[in-house]
């Protein structure tokens, strides 16, 4: 029982007899509580590696004679050309449709087959995908007909998604006369088992009905149900398509009247209706030019793959429709239309359990921290500019009314009222408008609480070892002593070059100076008091910003003290603050997967309280787009401003885009490429909004953002641009690009850039006595 508790006798009835408006109205209820209100597509290029097929449907004319191709198969060298003009053209799918086993029915293309080396037309789709993902990047869609569970257990690991549409489970279209007669693969118990051997093998499905050939209502409704009761087994239909057939000149059927507007709105409720709510419902746009608006009222939530390159071979009259014009359509509608991936976020999210482990890391390259398809090319760390700008922000495409249960949402954190985590979860889901009145909300809420001034501080980095006995595995920077990185050497600064970088900080006009480093395994909490005494002997006026809670506790872990009493030492001996650094998230079902061994989240904040306790404020930080979801981030901000309410020593809040280039668990294949540029910038959004009423001061981390990215997110709720980092190297460790140190002046033009002015700080907030602003703009 799915719909309204009502046994599937009743719901068969009821979909029979019900008007369709009241289906429509209940099939939008069940895709509005799917989730976000949005619609998807996947951008993608249409490969037709062979035309050949051994069946005879009476409505297609995809299927050619041998004697109407040039060639039975296509050639490696052209399916790679038209898959490297779809990544030019920003696809990221290869669909590959192709006739049923022509080699059974034609030596032309056994032949064929065999002059490229190949047996069969499986053994040859194999190859040719495989290259398709290894040389392109697109990940191969395949359609290949009715396939055997070795089939499946092949193309799975040249792909991120397979079809075979049901068609219909009428076994009277395959009498003599019927669409289907003569089509051994049609048949629908052959069908129905396929689509069986695809979820035993875990392979995310696309199945569908073809409607308007000949069958029933009911006859539809008997393979939705079928459909439903598979997907109920194996869990693996991430879409089912409701293709209204088209007469097509010269095929048989050409005289065959085209199923009406209400029939197809019909099934697509229908659809919705008996299909379990994870599973998507899509409806060619190319075969409903102007029904856009009609097929959203009855509850379709996807538009398939659309080709900004090729044409649809198995439709060539149908023209897709273009990507923009169809996003006005659906902003209409009142949601945005989204790129996908071949395979359906949840999917991807799954990736350990629905996809090979090659291709969920090519699938992991290309997704979002939803697991759509990421937006932009940026990635934090890299050279080029971030694609915002104070006009507009998030780069996204047209405007479309934000929800009013958005506004009210927003309102009640402006209140300063604690969001649930389904709340914050719901900020960082908004693209398009929605997207933007957050960012405008954060923008309001900055300027009522910090103004206009944009802050930041002099200070320098002393990473005084990268030598770590941990193993995080989205640190670049941690070498063991015997190995060195691809940027960086192991060291380990003495005491006397820490104090010769404090004196010439000092000279530059630096009133801070941040030390964090690896867990070296020869320090001590010892090794941190000598540390703290070198630099305040070199200079005693300047702030000491020093050490993660992973340093602290491994501090008084070494001396058999309490973290409280070895804090209280630290402070004794001149410390003035903490990094709210090794936070990561702050989830442990996350940190069980980045950073095993390091404090979990309870120790996490039970130092920083500690901390707070004694009179050491701390920032707080985030390290976010490796491979945690938007719930993780909420738990984190929720996090957060709980420890504030309780101990209130956090002085900000600094999000830290993951830079991906050189992390191992990226280069293992196992985290994305950072977050998106809408990612980031809702980061420091959603974070000023989140924390309304505990923390006043959002910091943008130019060194993961590059400059140009720091200033876009002073519109986004960002008050402070952080220090001038002379020699920040974790982040270039990374492979980050922005350099390790920035002027006064640099930061000036990037406050001047948003049309704000620029004030230097302490670390504390407070006004800088010692400045020494010739040095520090130098
Ligand atoms: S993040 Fe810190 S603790 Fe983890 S490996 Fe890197 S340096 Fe070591």
């Known amino acids: ?135 392109t990047g697109l990940i191969p869609h395949i359609n290949a007909g009715v396939l055997t569970p070795p089939d499946y257990a092949r193309l799975r690991r040249v792909s991120g998604s397979m079809g075979l549409m049901l068609e219909s489970a009428s076994e009277r279209l395959c009498a003599r006369g019927g669409p289907h007669f003569g089509s051994p693969d049609k048949r629908p118990a052959v069908r129905l088992a396929s689509i069986a051997a695809a979820g035993a093998a875990a392979v995310p499905f696309t199945s569908g009905l073809l409607i308007g050939i000949g069958e029933t209502r009911a006859e539809r ?101 273009q990507i923009e014009a169809l996003a ?88 300063g009222e604690t969001l649930q985590e389904t709340d914050i979860v719901r900020l960082f889901s908004a693209r398009g408008a929605a997207a933007e009145a957050v960012v405008a909300c954060a923008d309001q809420l900055r300027q009522a609480i910090s103004g206009d001034v944009v802050t930041y501080v002099v200070n320098r980095n002393i990473n005084y070892t990268n030598i770590c006995t941990y193993s995080c595995s989205f640190c670049a920077f941690s070498k063991t002593s015997a190995k060195s990185g691809a940027r960086d050497k192991p060291y380990d600064l003495q005491l006397d070059e820490i104090a010769s970088r404090v004196t010439d900080a000092w000279a530059r006009g630096a009133t801070e100076v941040c030390l964090q480093g690896g867990i070296h395994p020869r320090y001590t909490g010892e090794t941190y008091v000598q ?94 787009g490796h491979l945690e979801r938007p719930e993780h981030w909420a738990r984190h901000l929720l996090a957060i401003r709980r420890q504030q309410f309780a101990t209130g020593g956090f002085t900000e809040f600094v999000p830290l885009p993951f830079v991906h280039m050189l992390s191992p668990v990226y280069l293992r294949g196992q985290a994305r490429r950072g977050p998106t540029w809408r990612e980031a910038v809702l980061m420091h959004a959603v974070a000023r909004i989140g924390l309304n009423g505990a923390i006043g001061s959002i910091q943008a981390s130019w060194v993961k953002l590059g400059i140009d990215g720091a200033a876009a997110c002073l519109s986004a709720g960002v008050n402070d641009l952080g220090g001038v980092l002379m020699n920040e190297s974790i982040s270039r460790a990374a492979g980050a690009a922005h350099g390790q140190e920035l002027t006064v002046a640099d930061l000036r033009q990037a406050a001047a850039s948003a049309g704000r002015p620029l004030r230097q700080r302490t670390t504390l907030y407070g006004e800088p006595e010692h400045r020494n602003t010739a040095a520090a703009a130098s």
């Not at 449907?57 to 003009?85: D, N, Q």
């Open 1 to 135: 029982m799915e719909h309204g508790g009502m046994t599937d006798a009743n719901l068969r009835r009821h979909l029979l007899l019900a008007p369709l408006a009241e289906l429509a109205a209940d099939s939008r209820r069940v895709r509005d509580a799917r989730g976000p209100q949005r619609l998807t597509y996947s951008r993608k290029v249409f490969i037709p590696l062979t035309q050949l097929c051994r069946d005879v449907c009476r409505y297609c004319t995809f299927a050619k004679a041998p004697r109407g191709l040039a060639s039975a198969y296509l050639a490696p060298e052209e399916v790679l050309a038209i898959a490297r003009a779809g990544a030019a053209s920003g696809c990221k799918e290869a669909l590959f449709t192709l006739g049923d086993k022509p080699e059974l029915r034609y030596a032309s293309a056994r032949e064929a087959l065999a002059g490229l080396g190949f047996a069969t037309t499986v053994d040859y789709l194999e190859h040719v995908a495989g290259r398709v993902i290894a040389e």
């Open 221 to 321: 409704l008997d393979g939705l149900f079928a459909l439903r009761d598979l997907h109920r087994t194996w869990g693996h239909l991430q879409e089912v398509i409701v293709q209204n057939f088209r007469a097509k000149q010269d095929t048989p059927m050409v005289s065959w009247p085209e199923p009406s507007e209400d029939e197809l709105l019909w099934t697509v409720a229908a659809s919705r209706l008996v299909l379990d709510a994870s599973v998507s419902i899509q409806s060619p746009p190319n075969l409903n030019p102007g029904r856009t608006a009609a097929l959203i009222e009855a509850g379709l939530d996807d538009w398939g793959g659309i080709s900004p390159v090729t044409i649809d071979h198995v439709n060539p009259e149908a023209p897709w429709p």
């Open 328 to 415: 006005s359509e659906c902003a209409a509608a009142g949601r945005p239309l989204v790129e996908r991936l071949t395979a359906h976020p949840t999917f991807v999210q799954a990736a350990d359990r629905w996809l090979d482990p090659g291709v969920a890391k090519a699938l992991r390259r290309l997704a979002d921290s939803e697991g759509l398809a990421r937006d932009d090319a940026w990635s934090p760390g890299v050279a080029e500019a971030a694609p915002g700008s104070p006009a507009r922000p998030l780069g996204v495409a047209p405007a479309l009314a934000p929800h009013l249960c958005l506004d009210r949402l927003l309102n009640r954190a402006v209140a």
């Open 531 to 624: 540390i703290l005494r070198t630099v305040k002997s070199a200079q005693p006026a300047m702030h000491v910003h020093a050490f993660s809670p992973l340093e602290v506790s491994q501090g008084a872990a070494t001396l058999g003290v309490s973290v409280h009493d070895y804090l209280g030492r630290l402070k004794d001996e001149g410390l003035g603050s903490l990094p709210g650094t090794a936070a990561e998230i702050l989830d442990d079902e996350v940190r069980a997967l980045i950073c095993p061994d390091k404090p979990n989240t309870a120790q996490w904040l039970e130092v920083v309280s500690a901390a707070h306790k004694v009179g050491l404020p701390t920032t707080a930080t985030i390290m976010f």
